[in-house]
């Protein structure tokens, strides 16, 4: 395909970039300081640990300890909420990587110019944030997912090859916002049931 493709990828790791950040900053800011009465600059503080080495390591599995470790003693959480929420959130919660099969599907799909009507992009969404679900909480675990998700649309699965090249890419974002999301939950459960509220954050 030539230097083609190679624009088409980098759109592709620009466009998922730019909706982990939305994600991160609208969703999670918005989720902080409504449901739990944080400040965002006082959540992404107390999780950025968490958040780099998700970022660095691409397992939410790894990373687990040191959620845990920062939500109770960065962020005050819990402990006993903490321990049950985070590890079912490090095997439940892949909103990242929901998005980013999202942008997997658009991407293939505009390049073999197939054409996707609203009902079948609805119908992509549940079923990325269903399978995501079952994604393993390890390095490229998303590689083989992506080309099931792919075949359940009824989408080419040839593109796989060059997108598992860089893959680890999208795997380093889309970690880091499933481990951020994971922190935010635990914090929002804990503060429902009285447990916990802002104030208690370093």
Request: with cysteine.
């Amino acid at each position: 395909q030539g230097s083609e493709i190679l624009v088409s990828l980098l759109l592709v790791i620009v466009c998922a970039y730019l909706g982990y950040i939305v994600h991160a900053v609208v969703v999670y800011s918005l989720s902080a300081k409504v449901f739990v009465g944080m400040s965002p600059v006082k959540f992404f503080k107390g999780a950025f640990a968490a958040m780099i080495f998700a970022f660095t390591s691409t397992s939410s599995a790894a990373t687990l300890p040191t959620t845990i470790n920062v939500s109770m003693e960065d962020l005050g959480a819990p402990e006993g909420v903490s321990k049950f929420t985070l590890p079912l959130g490090c095997t439940i919660n892949m909103c990242g990587g929901a998005c980013s099969f999202c942008c997997l599907a658009v991407f293939v799909s505009d390049f073999y110019s197939i054409n996707l009507p609203l009902g079948t992009i609805i119908f992509l969404v549940l079923v990325a944030t269903l399978l995501n679900m079952a994604a393993p909480g390890i390095p490229g675990g998303g590689v083989v997912l992506g080309a099931s998700f792919l075949s359940i649309l009824g989408l080419p699965i040839d593109l796989m090859g060059p997108i598992s090249g860089f893959y680890r890419l999208l795997d380093m974002a889309f970690t880091t916002i499933n481990v951020e999301g994971d922190v935010a939950a635990n914090l929002m459960i804990a503060k429902s049931i009285g447990e916990y509220d802002g104030s208690m954050a370093k």
